[in-house]
């Protein structure tokens, strides 16, 4: 495997945490990296599109990447910008900020032609010397590409991509296009709905946010263990949770409302124009809970 390529395994979509004041809270970023630890994560990604980094100024960003490439775990940073200029300058940023270099830069998707997403992806490594993760993700980029386009443009810039996120649905079928033709490692995400599916299909992990990532720590482990019947165990009781946490909208309040319960976050706030968390389902976050494999109780979650 390529030395820009990264591990095969768990890597921990990050929330920007706020306090009830609706500021950065640092404490709290610390407990989520100590949790993805705690699950032998491979490494975390922080300025996701899970993590609020369009709601953060460029001084809460480098906050933010201070305090995770603070961490010994290893970090992926996302972009937000899509127009090449501001993810270069968004990109510089954050390095400067960085305590020791990140292992990638995620970049979104910003065009459905190859030539027009090589020179994007291009630019931001001559600028940096990062290797980048090619993020597919058209439901927060609003940009749609084809298999076929992805895999030129992953062999194009082959010698620093160091993975591929796809959240393309159906992310199956698209991890199983672009596994048969690069050798470049694929992640699923989507707070891993479609998990063992993709697992199945030939993805490297999980790339996501999660509220209980032991869960896709034990799916992928049993996975690797067990092939297919072993996952599908595994994930099982674990796949509603995901669901309830993946809808539209409101699955970001859901997650961090949950993160609060188990002491990770010290509020689940999110910023406006955020949607907040529904009153009507508080009752089923106990639920859940309640139900969930080895928490009875939906039990914290401690890092002692």
């Known amino acids: ?96 900020a960085a305590q020791r270099p990140p292992r990638a830069l995620m970049v979104q998707v910003n065009s459905p032609r190859a030539d027009v997403l090589v020179e994007h992806l291009t630019a931001i490594h001559d600028a940096t010397g990062v290797p980048v993760v090619v993020q597919d993700y058209p439901a927060a980029s609003g940009v749609a590409v084809a298999a076929d386009v992805l895999v030129d443009v992953v062999r194009a810039c082959g010698s620093f991509v160091a993975a591929v996120k796809a959240e393309s649905a159906p992310t199956p079928s698209a991890i199983a296009a672009l596994t048969a033709a690069v050798a470049t490692p694929v992640y699923g995400g989507l707070g891993g709905v479609g998990l063992i599916d993709e697992l199945a299909c030939g993805a490297a992990g999980a790339m996501t946010g999660m509220s209980h990532p032991e869960g896709l720590r034990a799916t992928i482990d049993a996975h690797d263990t067990g092939g297919f019947a072993a996952a599908h165990r595994s994930w099982t009781p674990w796949l509603p949770l995901a669901n309830f946490e993946g809808q539209l909208r409101i699955g970001l309040a859901i997650r961090k409302e949950i993160l609060r319960r188990r002491g990770v976050l010290t509020t689940g706030r999110v910023r406006p124009p955020a949607a907040t968390l529904p009153p009507p389902l508080v009752p089923l976050i106990e639920q859940h809970l309640a139900h969930l494999p080895h928490t009875p109780g939906g039990t914290p979650w401690t890092s002692d």
């Open 1 to 96: 495997m390529s030395q820009a390529h990264l591990d095969r395994g768990l890597w921990v979509v990050l929330a920007s945490p706020f306090d009830d004041d609706l500021a950065l809270d640092a404490a709290s970023l610390e407990r989520q990296l100590a949790l993805a630890d705690s699950v032998s994560a491979q490494g975390v990604v922080a300025l996701g599109v899970f993590g609020e980094a369009d709601a953060l100024t460029r001084s809460e960003q480098q906050e933010v990447v201070r305090t995770v490439t603070a961490s010994d775990l290893p970090v992926v940073l996302g972009l937000s910008a899509r127009t090449t200029a501001v993810a270069v300058d968004q990109a510089q940023s954050c390095l400067e």
